[in-house]
């Protein structure tokens, strides 16, 4: 079972590049997340989508957009990419019900230069 | 307050000792409280969850103790081994509106020396 993909594992972006971060779950998910780690800071959520079509924003979404354009999949966008941007990008699903765990890719290493 | 404070920051544990990690919260609309497991170069999974109507809940040599009066919850591991050492968060979930969420703690770091 693949579970949760994420698309590049690793990539590197001079300031004010662009690029979009791939999100693929086999679970039939309802909702996604985004997610960013950064040392000592925990996981901060970035945007999430409780079902096809339909986004939010999270704790820390400026300078990031999304889209759900299919249920299995959740597109997290950087239109100008920032230094501050250089994190590890985490994607996760739950089932749309009370208390289900988020299952989490392996994440993506973005570097700013 | 919308936080779920976790400490210690790191912990290094020898093998075969306890292991414990402990999470404070203020808010009374929290009603699930999932700890999470993360080895390097993975996302976290889902190690055990407990619900505030019971104090405590075992899985082999994980234990969660809950203590809802002091708004504490705390995540003890039985005769750690090495492959024990994972970055560990605590997190709490409450209805906002229509959907769940989830706040998480900053995590804790912890090295079990053989």
């Known amino acids: 079972n693949a579970g949760v993909t994420q698309t590049p594992k690793f990539r590197v972006l001079k300031t004010g590049q662009s690029m979009t971060l791939l999100c693929a779950q086999d679970m039939n998910h309802e909702y996604m997340y985004w997610y960013r780690q950064d040392p000592g800071m925990g996981l901060r959520l970035i945007h999430y989508s409780v079902g096809e079509g339909t986004t939010a924003k999270g704790e820390v979404p400026d300078g990031y957009n999304v889209s759900r354009l299919k249920k299995q999949n959740f597109l997290l966008g950087l239109e100008s990419a920032a230094p501050s941007q250089t994190s590890v990008y985490f994607c996760a699903s739950s089932r749309g019900v009370s208390n289900q765990p988020q299952h989490f890719g392996d994440g993506t290493r973005l570097s700013i230069l | 307050q919308q936080q779920v404070k976790q400490s210690p920051q790191s912990l290094i544990v020898q093998k075969g000792g306890i292991s414990i990690i402990n999470c404070a919260y203020e808010?009374?609309?929290?009603?699930?409280f999932p700890w999470y497991q993360q080895f390097p170069g993975k996302g976290p999974a889902l190690l055990i969850a407990i619900r505030p109507d019971v104090s405590e809940k075992k899985e082999g040599r994980f234990t969660i103790s809950f203590n809802k009066s002091a708004k504490q919850f705390s995540l003890h591991i039985m005769d750690s081994q090495p492959g024990d050492s994972a970055t560990y968060f605590c997190?709490?979930?409450?209805?906002?509106?229509?959907?769940?969420?989830?706040?998480w703690g900053l995590g804790t770091s912890l090295a079990v020396n053989p």
């Open positions: 808010n009374t609309a929290f009603d699930y």
């Open positions: 997190a709490a979930g409450y209805n906002a509106g229509n959907n769940r969420k989830l706040i």
